[in-house]
């Protein structure tokens, strides 16, 4: 039998990290699941993942702090015995706000989730990765991240620095035979978009493809960048069209 392979997905309890750990399981990947909030939504995916023949399991952690990060990869490592292989950094929120108005507090804590939060697990995981020289890393990006959101700094902020910390990392572990690449999605249908409805021309006419998009058009891409051995440093929107 084939050695196993452990991808981590953070934020992976639902919505777009949801849909990844599952085709991720479909290739047969063991799956560990970084998140915080609803349980139930967690064991879900868990279950979903497990039906598919692999070995799944959910960790409670806060990507935004170093010791639960370092702390979560030590329990993967030993539950899944060392070898991961596959990491994607998709835990991420909004605290929407103008800037004239904004609290530290929005600013902080999404910086400390979307752009901290990947630097921690890739911190965490790296030397792993360079010791089997071997490693697949994708960061969820955002076309906000590329274009600015007016009401958005922090979020815009949080993802050009994910664009940032792809390349350098990219370059710093491609010698190692490592990939790192981001995902930049438009507006998708999950949880982080429910107050966004498609009956709102305004927005539509903004979206070339006329319609948001799904959590399978991202996923489709983050299984690509995986299972692409000479991509790195590059970053794919999965926008339909909106930052061409
Ligand atoms: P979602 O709100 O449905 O899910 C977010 C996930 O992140 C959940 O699993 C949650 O547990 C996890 N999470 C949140 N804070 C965390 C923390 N501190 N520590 C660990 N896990 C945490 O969101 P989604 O729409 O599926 O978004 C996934 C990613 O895609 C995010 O990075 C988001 O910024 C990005 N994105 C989403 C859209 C969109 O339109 N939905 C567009 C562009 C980018």
Redesign the pocket.
């Known amino acids: 039998m084939a050695e196993a392979k452990t991808a981590i997905v ?8 949801r849909e990844v750990a599952l085709r991720l399981a479909a290739l047969g990947y063991d799956i560990a699941i ?4 609803d349980e139930n939504e967690a064991a879900d995916t868990i279950r979903a993942c497990e039906e598919k023949g692999v070995k799944a399991r959910a960790y409670v ?4 702090s170093f010791e639960e990060t370092k702390d979560a990869v030590a329990r993967i490592r030993k539950d899944f015995e060392g070898n991961i292989e596959v990491l994607v950094n ?4 909004t605290r929407d706000g103008l800037i004239a108005f904004m609290k530290e507090q929005d600013w902080d804590s999404v910086l400390g ?2 752009l901290k ?1 990947a630097f921690n697990m890739i911190r965490h995981t790296a030397a792993l990765f360079i010791r089997n020289k071997c490693g697949r890393i994708v960061n ?1 990006s ?3 991240g590329l274009m600015g959101n007016a009401g958005q700094a922090n979020y815009s902020a949080s993802k050009a620095g994910i664009v940032g910390l792809t390349k350098s990392t990219a370059r710093e572990l491609a010698p190692k035979g490592i990939t790192c690449n981001a995902v930049a ?4 249908r ?4 429910k107050n966004i409805t498609e009956d709102n021309s305004e927005l539509l006419r903004t979206i070339p493809l006329g319609r948001m998009g799904d959590v399978s058009d991202v996923a489709a891409a983050v299984i690509f960048l995986i299972t692409s051995p000479y991509i790195t440093g590059e970053v794919i929107r999965v926008d339909g069209g909106i930052a061409m």
């Not at 952690?61 to 935004?64: A, Q, R």
């Not at 999605?185 to 998708?188: A, C, E, L, M, S």
Request: proline letters at 3%; aromatic letters at 6%.
């Open positions: 953070t934020g992976g309890s639902r919505g777009i990290g970084v998140y915080v909030g952690c806060d990507v935004s998709n835990a991420g929120i989730v979307n939060g969820i955002s076309v906000s999605p438009g507006f998708i999950t949880d982080m978009t």
